[in-house]
Structures are given as structure tokens and as C-alpha cells.
């Protein structure tokens, strides 16, 4: 053999012979096509970034070669985080199995890393054999090293598996095989998960106790590995027997997942770059022969071109080619070239070596049984070092979008890049070509980078270790949603203890309203509805017992102030009579007496149909006649006072002969139904009947038929619960709003179940979970401690079913909340939770009612319609439909339909007021 100053010796004299070809130029002729220039690099860089953008959006990603796939892993592991992982990286030819220690310091990326591990050859005849067989060596192999290396089997070991083929992932513990790549053929896993599958091995293989809590592709595990050190690490990439590229991407550009916030690591597969022709101006004949002859024809275009598995069998191929063409080799062809594989990339960086480059490809050519002139070797050298440049151009072109397009999204100039991978490690001068391509593509950006240390297992810990946190995040929240979650068996044991106090607990209220106006009322009535948070006015003419179409000029809204929300009454009256004057000039009747019909929020206690006592004992007609009399500038003659859920109930009753119940779910929650007479004799207490009991003959003189005379009873059904009946149902929250409210004790169902309760029960679970560390990153938030913070709007505009996680944050941030994406998914469950839960409560309540005025009129079966009404009610985008659900199925025996007042209950108060008027002046 020669040594290297013999070798010297003979180039020397072989320049100072006879002139001919230079080799090195005999091969840059032959070799051309392969020789890129920079121009052709920056071209090749701009169609690997619309391959990018194709695989990113949702309407592109199907015909895209470059399919971008999201991996669920958007940021560093929480600092606090320690402790012991196992590690499994699945490669080509063998698997990795690591046990990972991180200590207990305080900041994460300065923590000693304690790394036992071993290196299992994976037998060949495997990588074609059935999955499961693959996966059963691999977990006993695991089981072995657990043994081996003394780890317990009784406690449970939290899993990282590095999968090193494309997944496409719809959570970070899962991946669905898209193809295997390289030569891996191991039929029936294809479109499974892989992660399922090696679980289903560990549980045949037992004795191991194993949560695989993620799947990891060996480029993302790359770039978390190197980012322990460097937290600028925004890229992993991997060159050796595959190749493949991921990057932190912001998520507002990725159409796959939902959510606009932060980032997150997107595995390129770029392997397949140019399956779809995309990079056929730049393959070559040699490219050609080899994907014909390779396992996947026609696949990973990309990586057939750059990778370690192939660049060895492209050297072969060059240099056979030239053999046939007589320009090596003396003009024969040397059988030994002719074998697939005799030529490995592992030969490369011996032959491209700077010192010993020569000696090293003669002595490689000589192993081969082939008799290499110097000449001969000076070319194969120069085959290699064109087809190696090649690949490092080609991936720095690649890499240089990456960059690029992370400097443009983030204004960033420095980017670190994480590299494994044996073709980059062992191959001296490929680093080097790699990293001066990318310096020429884009100078403005500073590119450092990263070999990683100690392979993919460190990386693979870290996101294991985010990925427990998540979990841990994701269980206490689920916890916490599901107090609110009622099961069928809790919602008819409510409806039962509903049905057996619905005479005694609640205050039954009657209203005096025994029957619809019979079609003769006529004139025009001022409508007043006295909510708790506003005060509504409206003109209604009456023609032939119905009400004529008004427009948007005959009404108008007035806000209670909220100072005046808990003022003494003669103040509250104080401002519905200048309410009133308002309206009255805004219509110009002020010098007008007209008849008037209230409608009150509040519970009121009534013996005739214009005489209403609220519950501190003063008379509401009285009260509001003396505030317009200190006025002294008009003058009203309320003819009836109508609890609001009458109202309603009569406003649709007009158009549906079949409506008896009334329902308000909005600030409050109420329900009215009409009852027979006979029954309420016994319900009501005895000094309640007595003032009532007078009406009532009158009018079943009237019919001349008592047994099927009705009067419309205001349940007052806010205030079931108060002698403990709901506790069962009611969470630490609940009780917490309850405590805050101004009557504690009081209205506990109304608490569970209307508009302005709703929001605050929301409140405070989002007030705990951001104190136990789940929410809005600990922060003490100003804002959500701000009673009345979430209302009907907000939670109406949060669960609506078009609203995604860049909504609901908009939405958040505009009520002074700063959160994450996990932040807005966690507040959109808890508020469907509560509303869920005040939508089936209240439909509890409606079958509870419906079904006790079948039992009272002894029929099988019974037909009715529901007059609904409040902004809970109409605003929310499921509320009703999931209330309408409970009635059907806890009683089946109803048929219960809805009907939505447009118009409010003043309208149905004015038409009360109108059947009332004959009468009153009859009498």
C-alpha cells in the first residue's frame, strides 16, 4: 500500500507528464448538472417556501408534497419540572432506550443531565416483518434495559418515543403513520397509531407500568435537546441516513390547528420535497436510476438527493457511468461497481478527507479489488465531493426559507439551528460546506449552529415533561367542569323535589288573570316593564282584541342607573316617573291620561289585577302614583299590574290558543302556568285565598262553570332551593356568588340558573383555577376580580359554535384578560359547563310544571305551548335548545312546544289591561 509521500510523489509527477485532461475538470463536465450555482440555490430556497406555505393552509395541504405537520409542542417545559423519564428512539436500523434524570434545580436549562442508555440493532429481518412483531422485540428489549439498569417495575415511568417517519398527530401523544421512508417496509401500521402500538406491545410484553405521554419526531426531539442550552434554538435538523427539517412557527400562519397565540413546532417532512415535480430542473439521470431501483420510487424526491442513505449509491452510479464511458478505470468496467451498496456514504468523508483524502480512496477502490490509477482516484475524490456539496446546497437552500421566514415573522436576526445526524457528525467538511451555503443565502441573518450532545432522548424528556404538566393542567380543569355536569338520574331527582315543593316552598303567587281578552278590546295603553335593569315604555293601540304593528318610535328603553340599582323605593319610583314623562314627551301625549299596564320583575302579591304588594309590603301602584304626583307634570290611570312572566305568557297567547305557561330566563328566572281554580283553593295559604276568594266566585258565576275555571299562577321559582333542597347540586362556587349577592339565602335556583348570576358562578371559577396555577399564568388579574365582569353578551359570544380560540381570546382581551390558547379553550368549557347546567335546571322547572298541569287535569297527555322570554333565553347560542331537551325527556308524556315573545311582556300587559278595563267599569 502506498503511504502518503509516496503518493505525493507519484500527483507530482503525474502534473509534470505528458499534457491531458485534468481529472478534476473531466469531472465537472460529466457531472454538471450537479454542480449548482447560487442563483439556482436561491431558486431552489423559493420553491421550498411555497411548498411551505401549500403544506400550512388547509385549502393547499392535500396536493402539497411538503405536508408541514403540526406536532403539538409549543413551548419549553415549565422550570419546575424534574425527575426521571424514559426515552425510546426508533430509527432505521435500531432503537435507542434512555433513562433520563434531570436534577433539582431550580432553572431547568441549568440542571445536571444524568443519561444511561443503550443502543439495541434492530434484526433485519424485522423492518419487513408484521408491526406487531416490530414492537414486540422493541418492548422487550425495553423491559430488558429496565432490568438492567435496576429501574423499578412497580412504579409508572412516563415514556417519550422518538418516531423518526412522518405522523401526522392529532394530539402529541398520538401519531398516525403517513408512510415509512428510508427502508423500513414493515406492513400493517401504515394510517394506525403508532404510539397505540408499542402501548399494545408493553401490555403483552407486562411487568412494565408505562405512559407513553409523547411522540416526538428525532427532528423536533433535536431542536429541544439543543435548546436546553439555547434558548434562540428554533430549528432542529436532521442529516444522516434520512433527512428531515422542523421549526417554531407562529400559529396564526397554521390553518391545521386553532388558535392564533404563540407557536408551534411544525415537522417539515421535507423529505418529499419534489414528489410532485417541483424539483425535476435539478435532478439528474443519476437521481433517476437510483429512485427506479430504490424500495419507494417516486417518494422522498428530497432526501433520495441529500440524504446518507443514498449519497454513497450516487457516488456509484457517477463513477460506474464514467467507467462504461471509458473515463475511468483505464476504460474497463469493474465488476465490483457494478453491486448495489459497494459504495457507502460512511466511505465519503474518508475519501473527501483533507489530509489523507487519496491514500483513502485508493485504499477503498483497492478493497473493492479494483487497481485505481492516481488519476482515478483524483476523480472519484472529486465525484464525491460534487455529489456531497450538492446535498449540503441543496439543504442550506432549504434551510435558508426556514430562516427566513422565521426573521420575517418575528423580526428575529439571530436563530440558532440544532443538528444530528451521522452524515453531519461524521462527515468533516459537510458541516462546514453547510453552514458557509446558508452565510452566502442570507447574510443578514446570524445562524449559529448546535450539534446535539447526546442525541434525541434529552429533548424527548423535556417536552414529556411539558406534556405531564399540560395533563396535569387539562385533569384539574376536567375536575372542576364536571361539578357542573348533572346526570340524567340528578336531573329527575331535582325535578321531583321541584314537583313536591312546588305548592308549599315557593311563594305561589296568584295574578288574577283568569282567562285571554275575548277579541272586542280596543284603545291605546302605555306599556311600562319594570325590570331590574331597565325600565321599557311602549305605546300599543288595540283594534279588535289585537295589538297593531308599532314601530321602534312607539317604544323605548331606559337603563336603571347602577346606583339607584338598591335605593329606597320612593327613589326607584322617582326615576320610572321621569322615565315615563321622557316617553310621553318623546310620543307627545303628555297632556294625556292614558290607561297603563305595568309589568314588575320582582315578586308581588295580588288580590285584583290593579293592586300588586311587593315583597317589603308596599304597594307598587301606590308608590309609582305618588312619584308621578310630586312631578305634577302628567297624570297615568294604571288599570293593571302584571308580573313579567305573565306578561309574556299573554303576549303569545294571542297567537297560539294553546299557550298556558310563561317563562322568563334573562336577569331573573320565573315560570307562570294556568291552574285550575279547584286546585288552588287548597294550595295557597288561607289568608291569601280569602282576598282571592271573592274574584274567583265572580268569575265562576260568570262562566257558569267552575270546574274548568283556570287563574295563571306566578310560581316565583327563583327562590326554590332556600330550605336546602338544591344543595345537593350546588358547588363551593355557587355558594360563593350566593355569599356576594344582596340577599344571601335567597333566590338559591334563580342563583344557578339566570343571566346575572350565570356570569359571576363563571367568575369564580375562573378566579379559583387562576389561583391554583391554571389560568392566565398565575397572574393576579385586576379584571377578573371585577364583580359583573362576564355578562349575557360575553358568554353568549364565547360558546358560540363559530367562535374558535383566536375569538374567544379577542373576546377575553377585550374584558381585560391576557390569555394563552389553553387559557381560552379552559374558559370556553367552564362557561358551557355553567350555562349547561342553568339551561337544564330551568328545563327541569318547565317539565316539572307542565307535567304537574297534566297530573292536575287527570289527562294521559297534554299539549302546550311555552311563552319564553329574557335575554339568556334568545342571546344564547345553545341555551334553549339544551332546555328544550331536558323538558322532552323528563316529560315524555308533553308535548311542550316554544314560542319567543318578540315583544316583550308590556305588550301582554297592555292587552290584560284591556279585558281588565270593561270590567272594572262595568263593575
Known amino acids: 500500500m502506498y503511504c502518503s509521500t509516496m503518493l505525493a510523489a507519484h500527483l507530482i509527477a503525474f502534473y509534470l507528464s505528458k499534457p491531458q485532461e485534468d481529472p478534476i475538470n473531466k469531472v465537472d463536465g460529466f457531472l454538471r448538472a450537479m454542480c449548482l450555482q447560487e442563483e439556482q440555490l436561491k431558486d431552489v430556497s423559493v420553491l421550498f417556501e411555497a411548498e411551505m406555505k401549500k403544506g400550512l393552509s388547509s385549502k393547499s395541504r392535500a396536493r402539497a408534497a411538503v405536508k408541514m405537520l403540526p406536532t403539538h409542542v409549543c413551548s419549553s417545559p415549565y422550570s419546575s ?237 457517477a463513477v460506474l457511468k464514467m467507467a462504461k464511458q471509458g473515463l475511468l478505470f483505464q476504460g474497463s468496467v469493474p465488476n465490483a461497481l457494478k453491486a448495489k451498496g459497494k459504495i457507502a456514504t460512511t466511505h465519503l468523508a474518508a475519501i473527501e478527507d483533507v489530509q489523507r483524502g487519496l491514500q483513502n480512496t485508493r485504499d477503498i477502490l483497492m478493497g473493492l479489488d479494483l487497481t485505481p490509477s492516481v488519476e482515478d482516484c483524483i476523480a472519484i475524490q472529486r465525484v464525491s465531493t460534487i455529489i456531497t456539496k450538492r446535498s449540503s446546497n441543496l439543504v442550506a437552500a432549504c434551510l435558508s426559507s426556514i430562516l427566513t421566514r422565521i426573521k420575517q415573522n418575528r423580526r428575529s436576526t439571530h ?36 450539534t446535539s450532545p447526546c442525541g434525541t432522548g434529552t429533548g424527548a424528556a423535556l417536552i414529556t415533561m411539558g406534556a405531564k404538566h399540560a395533563a396535569w393542567k387539562r385533569q384539574q380543569v376536567d375536575e372542576t367542569v364536571h361539578l357542573f355536569k348533572l346526570s340524567q338520574e340528578q336531573l329527575v331527582l331535582v325535578k321531583s323535589k321541584m314537583t313536591a315543593v312546588l305548592e308549599s316552598e315557593m311563594k305561589m303567587l296568584p295574578s288574577i288573570i283568569y282567562h285571554l281578552p275575548n277579541g272586542t278590546e280596543s284603545g291605546q295603553y302605555l306599556g311600562l316593564e319594570l325590570e331590574k335593569t331597565h325600565v321599557r315604555a311602549m305605546l300599543v293601540n288595540i283594534r279588535n282584541g289585537r295589538p297593531l304593528h308599532h314601530t321602534n318610535h312607539h317604544h323605548k328603553i331606559y337603563e336603571v342607573p347602577l346606583q339607584q340599582l338598591h335605593k329606597s323605593g320612593e327613589e326607584f319610583y322617582d326615576h320610572v316617573a321621569q322615565c315615563i314623562s321622557d316617553f310621553l314627551d318623546f310620543v307627545g301625549m303628555k297632556n294625556t291620561c292614558l290607561p297603563a299596564a305595568l309589568t314588575v320583575s320582582f315578586p308581588c302579591e295580588q288580590t285584583t289585577v290593579e293592586k300588586a304588594t311587593d315583597c317589603e309590603g308596599q304597594d307598587v301602584v301606590t308608590m309609582l302614583r305618588e312619584a308621578i304626583d310630586r312631578r305634577a307634570t302628567f297624570d297615568l290611570d294604571i288599570v293593571a299590574v302584571v308580573n313579567d312572566t305573565v306578561g309574556t305568557m299573554i303576549s303569545c297567547a294571542y297567537d297560539d290558543s294553546q299557550c298556558e305557561v310563561g317563562l322568563i330566563v334573562g336577569a331573573g328566572v320565573n315560570i307562570c302556568y294556568m291552574e285550575e281554580l279547584k286546585h288552588i283553593k287548597f294550595a295557597f295559604r288561607k289568608e291569601v285565598f280569602t282576598k282571592v276568594k271573592e274574584s274567583d266566585m265572580t268569575c265562576a258565576e260568570e262562566t257558569g262553570d267552575t270546574s274548568k275555571q283556570r287563574m295563571c299562577i306566578n310560581t316565583e321559582c327563583g327562590r326554590l332551593g332556600e330550605n336546602g333542597s338544591l344543595n345537593d347540586i350546588i358547588t363551593t362556587y355557587d355558594i360563593q356568588v350566593d355569599l356576594n349577592s344582596q340577599h344571601p339565602g335567597k333566590q338559591r335556583f334563580e342563583k344557578l340558573t339566570s343571566g346575572l348570576y350565570v356570569g359571576e358562578v363563571v367568575r369564580q371559577v375562573l378566579l379559583d383555577l387562576t389561583s391554583r396555577g391554571l389560568l392566565f399564568k398565575n397572574d393576579e388579574n385586576i379584571a377578573l376580580k371585577t364583580p359583573g365582569l362576564f355578562h349575557i353578551n360575553s358568554l353568549s359570544q364565547i360558546e358560540s359554535g363559530r367562535v374558535g380560540v383566536v375569538q374567544v381570546r379577542s373576546i377575553l382581551q377585550q374584558l381585560g384578560l391576557e390569555s394563552s390558547c389553553d387559557d381560552s379553550v379552559f374558559v370556553k368549557e367552564v362557561c358551557c359547563a355553567v350555562s349547561r347546567r342553568a339551561a337544564q335546571l330551568c328545563g327541569v322547572a318547565v317539565a316539572a310544571v307542565v307535567d304537574q298541569m297534566r297530573e292536575n287535569r287527570m289527562e294521559d297527555s297534554l299539549s302546550v305551548t311555552v311563552a319564553a322570554d329574557g335575554d339568556l333565553y334568545k342571546m344564547h347560542p345553545h341555551f334553549s335548545r339544551i332546555l328544550k331537551e331536558t323538558v322532552k325527556s323528563l316529560a315524555p308524556e308533553c308535548t311542550v312546544t316554544f314560542m319567543t315573545s318578540e315583544e316583550g311582556s308590556g305588550k301582554g300587559a297592555t292587552l290584560i289591561a284591556a279585558t281588565a278595563r270593561p270590567r272594572q267599569e262595568k263593575s
Open 415 to 450: 436563530v440558532t439551528v440544532g443538528v444530528d445526524g451521522e452524515l453531519y457528525r461524521r462527515h468533516p467538511q459537510y458541516s462546514k460546506r453547510l453552514q458557509r451555503a446558508v452565510q452566502r443565502l442570507i447574510p443578514d441573518i446570524c445562524v449559529r449552529f448546535v
Open 81 to 317: 419540572e424534574k425527575g426521571q423519564f424514559l426515552a425510546l428512539d426508533l430509527g432505521e436500523s435500531n432503537f435507542k432506550v434512555q433513562q433520563i434524570e434531570l436534577g433539582d434545580e431550580v432553572d431547568y436549562r441549568c440542571k445536571e443531565v444524568k443519561i444511561q442508555e443503550k443502543i439495541v440493532p434492530i434484526p433485519k429481518q424485522l423492518l419487513n416483518s408484521r408491526a406487531d412483531e416490530l414492537f414486540n422485540f422493541v418492548s422487550r428489549s425495553l423491559k430488558q434495559f429496565m432490568h438492567e439498569k435496576n429501574i423499578g417495575f412497580v412504579r409508572k415511568h412516563a415514556l417519550a418515543f422518538t418516531f423518526s417517519f412522518p405522523c401526522e398527530q392529532p394530539t402529541l401523544n398520538q401519531g398516525l403513520l403517513v408512510n415509512w421512508t428510508k427502508n423500513v417496509r414493515t406492513p400493517g401500521l401504515q394510517g394506525r397509531d403508532v404510539a397505540h402500538a408499542l402501548k399494545s406491545a408493553i401490555e403483552r410484553t407486562g411487568g412494565m407500568d408505562i405512559d407513553i405521554v409523547a411522540l416526538v419526531n428525532d427532528s423536533v426531539a433535536t431542536m429541544m435537546t439543543c435548546g436546553f442550552d439555547d434558548p434562540e434554538c428554533e430549528v432542529g435538523l436532521i442529516i444522516g441516513s434520512g433527512t428531515n427539517a422542523c421549526y417554531m412557527e407562529e400559529r396564526r400562519y397554521i390553518d391545521l390547528v386553532e388558535g392564533d397565540e404563540g407557536r408551534m413546532c411544525i415537522n417539515s417532512e421535507w423529505g418529499a420535497f419534489g414528489d410532485d415535480g417541483a424539483l425535476d430542473n435539478y435532478i439528474t439521470d443519476f437521481d433517476i436510476e437510483l429512485d427506479a431501483a430504490s424500495t419507494n420510487p417516486g417518494k422522498q424526491s428530497f432526501e433520495k438527493m441529500v440524504s446518507g442513505m443514498y449519497l454513497g449509491e450516487l457516488v456509484r452510479l
